[in-house]
T-cell receptor
Framework: AQSVTQLDSQVPVFEEAPVELRCNYS??????LFWYVQYPNQGLQLLLK??????LVKGINGFEAEFNKSQTSFHLRKPSVHISDTAEYFC???????????FGGGTRVLVKP | KAGVTQTPRYLIKTRGQQVTLSCSPI?????VSWYQQTPGQGLQFLFE???????NKGNFPGRFSGRQFSNSRSEMNVSTLELGDSALYLC????????????FGPGTRLLVL
């Protein structure tokens, strides 16, 4: 069975500093990988996805993630955060069949001025 | 294109009642999935419908049910509500069923008193 682990539940960071959110997955098959962001009182918005090809994936709002098969990781990074990046971030993996997404526990990012 | 819409956005019910939530997918999307989000359990998959057929089901009691109509709109129903059913219910749509990118609606926040 696939599972997703987000190693940090909360990440405080100062404005304009870099941030990295860690995600590890367990899977014995090829995977698709997703990062979603959830702003307060909203649904989930797709940040980026890895389906195949280049292991460095660029997403919206200046975020990028790198797929590392040997380490089964898909860490999310942003070189310089803004106050507006304060949100909760979820890493997700679909099961091999269908669209059942398994989510990590989420990482709450708090950007401080 | 309009995004995924969910109605109602907020709902208050009492224990023992039943509730029906509605989801309209992005035009052209044929798969609709439902998720429950709670502070304690995080994001959990409820079920997926594709072409009016349930494709996948999560680990929830039979009180949780759903259906999909020929226009791909979906409803989920929860009968005999319990306090623990208080949650944000998110609907997601995708073009088909197979690990496709899922696009989420804003959610319906259900409070059971």
């Amino acid at each position: 069975a696939q599972s997703v682990t987000q190693l940090d539940s909360q990440v405080p960071v100062f404005e304009e500093a870099p941030v990295e959110l860690r995600c590890n997955y367990s899977s014995s098959v090829s995977v698709y990988l997703f990062w979603y962001v959830q702003y307060p009182n909203q649904g989930l918005q797709l940040l980026l996805k890895y389906l195949s090809g280049s292991t460095l994936v660029k997403g919206i709002n200046g975020f990028e993630a790198e797929f590392n098969k040997s380490q089964t990781s898909f860490h999310l990074r942003k070189p310089s955060v803004h106050i507006s990046d304060t949100a909760e971030y979820f890493c997700a993996v679909p099961l091999a069949a269908g669209n059942k997404l398994t989510f990590g526990g989420g990482t709450r990012v708090l950007v401080k001025p | 294109k309009a995004g995924v819409t969910q109605t109602p956005r907020y709902l208050i019910k009492t224990r023992g009642q039943q509730v029906t939530l509605s989801c309209s997918p992005i035009s052209g999307h044929r798969s609709v999935s439902w998720y429950q989000q709670t502070p304690g359990q995080g994001l959990q998959f409820l079920f997926e419908y594709f072409s009016e057929t349930q494709r996948n089901k999560g680990n929830f009691p039979g009180r949780f049910s759903g259906r999909q109509f020929s226009n791909s709109r979906s409803e989920m129903n929860v009968s005999t509500l319990e306090l623990g059913d208080s949650a944000l219910y998110l609907c997601a749509s995708s073009l088909s069923s197979g690990g496709e990118t899922q696009y989420f609606g804003p959610g319906t926040r259900l409070l059971v008193l």
